[in-house]
């Protein structure tokens, strides 16, 4: 076979022909390396940009304008003379701030002008009010110094401010902009930081909305995803690969979960919708509801990453058990689940990532509501983060475009602590043999 | 490695040491004629077995790898199994503890009597069983834990020791029958795969034991490691006879002739021939044994 080039060719022809190929070689090696260079620079250039476009759109929202005024609690004015819960449900706190507003500028005297004074602090300032009082009945009568929340035209307005002289109007007049720019000089106007985003649930208000009744229903609804598809998932995968016979209902089964893992996810939201919903009675926009159609969507995935750690451990080890006398079950448990579980918590932290941010299959379970309260179980109306970012992104109010991005990034520090907390814990537990 | 068929051998000129290449030829197409009706040559049985095959064979899916085996294990005994790679004598020794039952595709047939109580059957439980045969692997594999569990685990999942003391004790003596133990007493806690080789394989060895079994089966435990852990594992095998019977398969002829008393040799998935291993060495009865044993093929 190797006698025909032998003869036809000597040793410098060989390496002359070797020589030529050599450069061409070369460029293409160089070629392929420059490309995958490039590849990663752009995914590294898209990621940057995302981050700069968020960060700098949201960073803003962390802060909220205050406006500094003396109050006076009038009992004549709150409409009470003692503080208990009944007398602080309807006292008048709006007089009192409008009072103070009045006090503080007296110029506006016709009622256009009055009511464009009266809107520079938030309708939610009455309520920080009341919980003044409540806190500190004493007060009663008295006069505090008070910073309350800005509207959010205001708050818009001098956070624009920042970035050019005229700074955005909007629907705020001269003479309200003349004020603004007079308490901003007098510092009675100040940027403090945002504690309502954290403690707060949605509001038509933008100054008063916040993120917590998201957030909390984003862990009910994980919660319960978790303590479904964890279980399930892993019992599945120890069934499949260390009991089944390997037969063709077996293939069967693994190319359906397979095909689970490619679905829509807006279907598992119809199903959840027909079935948990419809049939079921469960109630609607509930974290219960949203985490069982979560379950279904994480499983392919809990599934197949658990199998794959349990098929990386090594046969010898099975052996070696099996061969002592161990049960299937002590097999499985004493030797190949210990090796296989920083792999299968790995697939279940990322199946956990991808349903903290899901939100088309929440849209079809009522997820969507506008919910005001922080929910308290898992059966109260819930909504979660990525779809109260899609709610806000909704929201005509310019003041939700800087709280749209605020969420997302709270959403998306969470989504890297969970991947990072994912990469620990295998370096953690991983053992080595 | 000096793994080549028969076949392999017949159609390479060069390996032809022992006579020239026709007459080589000759004999696989006479032994491939002869395969079909053989018979094995030599004692395949003795009258103080403590393990009976009869009638064996074993099927992976279509494929036939053991065909009609008979063979006998004495008391005390270690019996060498030997055999060019694909012979099946790894399939056979696997059958003894039912090692097999976990292959896809794997069907055994045969009668297996270990003290003439059934090893197969509707009624037979594979762990107790597996408790009185254990085996050796090829491969040293120590259970990623310390050393002390890695002896200790048989006993506790069998319930044999009720008390620490007890355990510690049932560790210590295997340990010590395997010779390790003054190796490694300071550092029981460490873990198992940590040690070398040849001290895995004994720890490996002290774990099977520790079980108190009465066969171990041994699937080349020598063949990861170098020659003086061989020896170590070689006279270790010498004194365990006294209380195990023991089955060991190797590739080195020369470790069957140092361990064993009796050497079965396989070719094909037949048993060709058992004998006492000096037999098998000086005297072998059937002409595959002796072109085996003198290196002409295998």
Known sequence: MTDSTQTNLTQEQVRERIAQRLAGRHRVEKLFRSLGIASIAFGVLAVVVLFTDIISKGSGAFVQSAIELRVHYDQQVLGIDKVDDESLAWANFEGVIRESLRERFPEAQSRGEKRELYSLVSTGAPFTLRDRLKANPELLGKTETVWLAADDDVDTFVKSLDDSKEGFRGRTSEQKAGWIEQLLDSGELKKRFNTTFFTNGDSREPEQAGIRAALVGSLFTLLVTLALSFPIGVAAAIYLEEYAPKNRWTDLIEVNINNLAAVPSIVFGLLGLAIFINFFELPRSAPLVGGLVLTLMTLPTIIISSRAALKAVPPSIREAAMGMGASRMQVVFHHVLPLALPGMLTGAIIGMAQALGETAPLLMIGMVAFIVDVPGGITDPATVLPVQIFLWADSPERAFVERTSAAIMVLLSFLIAMNASAVLLRKKLERRW | ?298
């Open chain 2, 1 to 298: 490695m000096n793994t080549m068929t028969l076949d392999a051998a017949a159609d390479t000129p060069t390996s032809g040491k022992a006579g020239p290449a026709q007459p080589q030829a000759v004999e696989k197409e006479s032994v491939n004629t002869r395969t079909k009706v053989r018979e094995t040559v030599g004692k395949p049985f003795c009258d103080n077995a403590k393990l009976r095959m009869r009638n064996v064979n074993v099927f992976y899916g279509e494929t036939q790898a053991i065909h009609d085996v008979g063979l006998d294990i004495g008391r005390n005994e270690v019996v060498a199994m030997i055999g060019p790679s694909g012979c099946g004598k790894s399939t056979f020794l696997r059958c003894l503890n039912r090692m097999n039952d976990t292959i896809e595709g794997c069907r055994v047939e045969g009668e297996f009597t270990l003290d003439d109580e059934p090893i197969y059957g509707p009624r037979v439980d594979v762990v107790p069983l597996r408790a009185r045969v254990g085996m050796v692997f090829q491969k040293p594999n120590p259970f990623p834990k310390s050393i002390y569990d890695n002896v200790a685990y048989g006993p506790k999942i069998h319930g044999i020791a009720n008390r620490r003391a007890e355990l510690d004790e049932i560790v210590e003596d295997s340990l010590r029958r395997a010779g390790l133990w003054s190796e490694v007493k300071d550092r029981l806690d460490k873990p198992g795969t940590g040690l070398s080789g040849g001290q895995q394989q004994r720890l490996c060895i002290a774990r099977a034991i520790a079980v108190s079994p009465e066969v171990i089966l041994m699937d080349e435990p020598c063949s990861a490691l170098d020659p003086i852990a061989t020896a170590r594992i070689e006279e270790l095998i010498d004194e365990l006879r006294k209380n195990y019977t023991i089955a060991i398969v190797t590739h080195s002829m020369q470790q069957a002739a140092r361990v064993s008393q009796r050497t079965a040799y396989f070719h094909l998935g037949h048993l060709v021939e058992v004998n006492d291993t000096e037999t098998v060495f000086t005297n072998p009865q059937h002409e595959l044994t002796e072109a085996y044993i003198t290196g002409r093929f295998g």
